[in-house]
T-cell receptor
Framework: NAGVTQTPKFRVLKTGQSMTLLCAQD?????MYWYRQDPGMGLRLIHY???????AKGEVPDGYNVSRLKKQNFLLGLESAAPSQTSVYFC????????????FGPGTRLTVT | AQSVTQLDSQVPVFEEAPVELRCNYS??????LFWYVQYPNQGLQLLLK??????LVKGINGFEAEFNKSQTSFHLRKPSVHISDTAEYFC??????????FGAGTTVTVRA
């Protein structure tokens, strides 16, 4: 099992450019999440999904969109990148039942100049 | 709203010394509690979790944590740290719904 994988690992964008981050999991988990990590702020939830075709807003959703067309994939889009979106982005997944533990990907480091 | 407070942002410690990382949470309902570790340039890895039962929970790499319901705390301890324990540690809380709430993190730096 690869677990949770994220593509790409690093990216540099110019202000106003767009991009999509891909998260894939091979554990057949129903729930998937996108977080951003900034120094001194822990992890903040951007969007999440409780199943294929469903998405919901987290704490900091502005400037991001998501889609979950397939159960194993969760995409995070930035339509017009801003320097404030410079961060490390983590994807996570968990099953709908069980111990509530989330499994994390290795992260994507995004810099917006 | 639920909040998670990690009381120390940085904890320097010498190798083979004990360490305690403090975590307090606010919630009026039953919670599930987690500690995650993040090694440099890596994702988060689960150290241990409390769901129910014994309030003393043992995790990987010699870590343990104690759930104290009356003090709404879930402090993490290790009796003797190694250089390889240098990492950032996150406390997280789930109220039985979809989401985890994370603390701001505690950076542990182990020196020889």
């Amino acid at each position: 099992n690869a677990g949770v994988t994220q593509t790409p690992k690093f990216r540099v964008l110019k202000t106003g450019q767009s991009m999509t981050l891909l998260c894939a999991q091979d554990m057949n988990h129903e729930y998937m999440y996108w977080y951003r990590q900034d120094p001194g702020m822990g992890l903040r939830l951007i969007h999440y999904s409780v199943g294929e075709g469903t998405t919901a807003k987290g704490e900091v959703p502005d400037g991001y969109n998501v889609s979950r067309l397939k159960k194993q994939n969760f995409l995070l889009g930035l339509e017009s990148a801003a320097p404030s979106q410079t961060s490390v982005y983590f994807c996570a997944s968990r099953p709908s039942r069980g111990t509530y533990e989330q499994y994390f990907g290795p992260g994507t480091r995004l810099t917006v100049t | 709203a639920q909040s998670v407070t990690q009381l120390d942002s940085q904890v320097p410690v010498f190798e083979e010394a004990p360490v305690e990382l403090r975590c307090n949470y606010s919630s009026s309902v039953s919670v599930y509690l987690f500690w995650y570790v993040q090694y440099p340039n890596q994702g988060l890895q689960l150290l241990l979790k409390y769901l129910s039962g014994s309030t003393l929970v043992k995790g990987i790499n010699g870590f343990e944590a104690e759930f104290n319901k009356s003090q709404t705390s879930f402090h993490l301890r290790k009796p003797s740290v190694h250089i390889s324990d240098t990492a950032e540690y996150f406390c997280a809380v789930n109220r039985g719904d979809y989401k985890l709430s994370f603390g701001a993190g505690t950076t542990v730096t182990v020196r020889a």
